[in-house]
């Protein structure tokens, strides 16, 4: 029982630092080089509006964090090789669990933004729904754009 102990401690401990890695695509965040950097300002029209699903990240964190609770919680399986087998299979087990539950909590509802600029222009913009921003079609909306980034604000 101690052994599941120490695999719920270490799963929660997992959890919460792959939350903490999500980084924001929400139209009024900015990444600190962002911040005082000269931005381009264009005015557009709302012409259509998608919902989209973001993918979440998907970096070694999550695998390794994985693997190291499924290789613990499988070490604690039988006794002498079938420890060490257990281990291992744990461990590789853990790994894909691990990376599937980061890419899975760290995904995002987003919407994609169809917008006719003021110089005709069509482009569209993909970004994280915010609670606090609701775009209709028809609506005038500013197009931000910081190095090569860009964000639909109202």
């Given at each position: 029982m101690h052994k599941?102990?120490?695999?719920?401690?270490?799963?929660?401990a997992a959890t919460l630092t792959l939350g903490g890695c999500a980084s924001s695509l929400?139209?009024?965040?900015?990444s600190r080089d962002e911040a005082r950097a000269v931005q381009t300002v264009r005015m557009?029209?709302?012409?259509?509006?998608?919902?989209?699903?973001?993918e979440g990240t998907k970096t070694p964190i999550g695998g390794g964090a994985g693997a190291v609770i499924g290789?613990?919680?499988?070490?604690?399986?039988?006794?002498?090789?079938?420890?060490?087998?257990?281990?291992?299979?744990g461990a590789?087990?853990?790994g894909l669990l691990g990376a599937a539950t980061e890419e899975g909590i760290t995904r995002t509802q987003?919407?994609?933004?169809?917008?006719r600029e003021?110089?005709?222009?069509?482009?569209?913009?993909?970004?994280?729904?915010?609670?606090?921003?609701?775009?209709?079609?028809?609506?005038?909306?500013?197009?931000?754009?910081?190095n090569g980034t860009s964000r639909v604000t109202h």
């Open positions: 599941l102990g120490i695999f719920v401690v270490l799963f929660a929400t139209g009024d965040s900015y557009g029209t709302i012409e259509s509006l998608r919902p989209v699903k973001i290789g613990v919680a499988g070490s604690g399986v039988g006794g002498g090789r079938g420890s060490a087998v257990a281990a291992v299979i590789v087990a853990g987003g919407v994609e933004i169809t917008v003021d110089d005709g222009s069509m482009r569209a913009y993909v970004q994280a729904v915010e609670e606090n921003q609701v775009f209709r079609v028809g609506e005038r909306v500013r197009i931000m754009t910081v």
